[in-house]
């Protein structure tokens, strides 16, 4: 069972309720969300943050000219159009290399320039600028070369444009590569990065897709001309910036949460053609997407391209000004996207069944290595991922690379640094790269038990190590659930990583009824009463056969039985949830949503 912690931040809760005119609960929830530490409760958590919290706007944005090399890429830029230089963008093959891509070529070519782009092979490429695209920039004639959501580590390929003569500018939004305390940047014309040490930016978390964005703002603050247009290419490319902040898991605070906050309200009224057709095809309406919407639905068919087929389809939706091309573009999308979840969902049946094989009366191993040769090599982390969720243990998922030996992902947990312990194998690889909590790398075949064995022989972690923690907001009886509360957690959102959903804690619920729900049986939907004769809907999302063993085992089958034929009797749990608004053939209703249980 996960261990429940719940926050005890401390704030003049009364007076911000008073002062922005919001029950005492939310200024709660607020304070919750902006205070990091005991020490600096007075600096986060006064009038101003609250209110830039509340009413944050595009005019709050940080200053882009305070990154490094910033004005200097963007004066190198102009003079290269105004010089006729044939430009290439290259970028990646994820959500956040295909947005800032689109964001790039197109305001590039507002401005001037004669621009094409390049996204790289996952397969055959692998990740970012490698000597192979730049070898193909210069067969094909191309005299600049400007990097997006990559760059910042290709030192290499980097020089070897630069001994043929071409001018590069870097943008990226990664960790700079560092030798000791040493910066190791890229021989580039310019390097452009929030992370680098010589920079003011004062929020460094920011996405590929923003720093591209903020980087025409600068290009475009140089140029006497086109005001207009570049006005409204700035307030339509928004839209994309937030959607690769969402898909790129950046936290949703400082100036994340407003660009996410803008895109989102200006979504419903794109001019863009592909992603209009996307939204649509996904059955979304575009005037009620969240957050949600951009890391669940619109994301994964982008990603799908690079996982499945090409990331430049992605991008030609984008970029299509034919509304029929644009909706068979989108079509196909999501159909890829289909095709990835039932290969995820086969990939992670396998994977369980193998873990629960290989286990020894139940003893799960401290980190799990597993071999799936069949699996294809694009959604090993997606499997990873879902295993480390299910069994709360590092995983790494290894499968048959197609240039041969095996090729994976590595997804962690919060008390393991992933990659620390795999640079201590590193003699193991061929290749590899990460940070704590995942990593990629590739290997003989011959060494995956060796590594099995070695990581697990080596790892420190205590049993306590593997409860998963989950924390939550406060204690909430189910009867200050009500409309107007959960209508006013809208000031709260976008919701996401750094900006959670509202969660709560509540002892005794009763459970009344249930049904399972969905053509796989993976939902349930119960009507529960917290003692005081307030009886609601509970939606559970989560692992039923987990919820199911819980159950019998403190209430015998028998009891599970009767919840699910609406006779259950004094059956009692402790949960943690949040409410919601279900909204059901014109009538709105209170439901809650139970996220774990004790």
């Given amino acids: 069972m996960a261990k429940w912690m719940i926050a005890n931040k401390k704030a003049d809760f009364d007076g911000i309720a008073k002062e922005f005119g919001i029950t005492n609960i939310t200024a709660r929830l607020i304070a919750n969300r902006l205070i990091d530490s005991r020490e600096n409760e007075a600096e986060k958590c006064n009038t101003q943050t609250v209110d830039e919290y509340l009413h944050g706007s595009l005019s709050m944005l940080h200053d882009p000219a305070e990154m490094a090399d910033m004005e200097k890429g963007a004066r190198i830029m102009l003079d290269r159009i105004k010089a006729g230089d044939k430009i290439r963008v290259i970028g990646d093959y994820d959500v956040d290399g295909i947005c800032s891509s689109y964001i790039l070529v197109s305001g590039l070519s507002l401005m001037g320039a004669t621009v094409d782009c390049v996204l790289p092979d996952r397969i055959k490429d692998g990740y970012g600028l490698s000597i192979k695209l730049v070898d193909d920039a210069l067969a094909d004639g191309i005299d600049t070369i400007i990097t997006c959501d990559n760059g910042i580590a290709a030192y290499d390929q980097v020089q070897h444009a630069k001994d043929n003569g071409m001018t590069i500018v870097v943008t990226d939004h990664h960790e700079v590569p560092k030798d000791g305390d040493k910066e190791i940047l890229p021989p580039a014309d310019a390097v ?46 928004i839209i994309f910036a937030g959607i690769a902040t969402v898909c790129d898991v950046m936290e949703l605070r400082d100036e994340n949460r407003i660009i996410v906050k803008e895109s989102l309200n200006r979504i419903p009224y794109t001019s863009n053609k592909g992603l209009k057709a996307l939204i649509n095809v ?34 030609s939706l984008f970029t299509c000004e034919d509304e029929a091309e644009a909706a068979k573009i989108a079509g196909d999308l999501k159909a890829m996207n289909d095709d990835r979840k039932d290969l995820t969902k086969k990939g992670v049946d396998e994977a369980i069944e193998m873990v629960e094989s290989q286990s020894q009366e ?107 923690i989950v924390h939550l907001d406060m204690v909430m009886p189910l009867k200050y659930a009500t409309m107007d509360l959960v209508r006013e957690f809208k000031y709260l959102e976008p919701f996401g990583t750094g900006n959670s959903k509202p969660s709560f804690a509540q002892r005794d619920v009763y459970l009344l009824s249930g049904r399972i729900l969905g053509k796989n049986k993976n939902c349930g939907k119960y009507k529960v009463s917290d003692g005081t004769g ?30 699910y034929a609406g006779t259950a009797e004094n059956m009692k749990v402790n949960i943690a949830y949040y409410p919601d608004i279900n909204s059901y053939q014109g009538r709105d209703s209170i439901q809650i949503v139970m996220n774990d249980f004790v």
């Fill in 192 to 237: 452009i990065d929030p992370k680098r040490q010589d920079g003011t930016y004062p929020f460094k978390e920011i996405c590929g897709a923003v720093v591209a964005y903020k980087f025409l703002q600068v290009m475009a603050d140089l140029l006497e001309n086109k005001k207009d247009e570049l006005k409204a290419f700035f307030d339509e490319k």
């Fill in 282 to 315: 996904n059955g979304l309406n575009a005037r009620e997407m969240s957050s949600f919407h951009y890391g669940f639905v619109i994301g994964p068919c982008l990603n799908a391209t690079g996982r499945l087929d090409l990331a430049t389809r992605a991008l």
């Fill in 362 to 468: 139940g003893n799960l191993p401290k980190v799990i290595v597993l071999y799936l040769p069949k699996v294809h090599e694009s959604i090993a982390g997606i499997i990873a991922g879902k295993v480390k969720e299910k069994y709360y243990r590092p995983t790494i998922i290894l499968t048959k690379a197609l240039d041969g030996g095996a090729k994976g992902s590595g997804r962690s947990i919060e008390s393991y640094d992933m990659f620390e312990h795999l640079s201590a194998c590193k003699e193991l690889f061929t290749k590899f790269g990460g940070h704590k909590m995942a990593a990629g790398l590739s290997l003989p075949e011959e060494n995956i038990e060796i590594l099995r064995k070695r990581l697990n022989d080596e790892c420190e972690l205590k049993p306590e190590d593997f409860q998963e």
């Fill in 534 to 563: 307030k009886i609601l809907d509970m939606m559970y999302f989560g692992d039923m056969d987990k919820w199911h063993g819980f159950l019998t085992e403190k209430y015998g089958q028998e009891g599970l039985d009767e919840l």
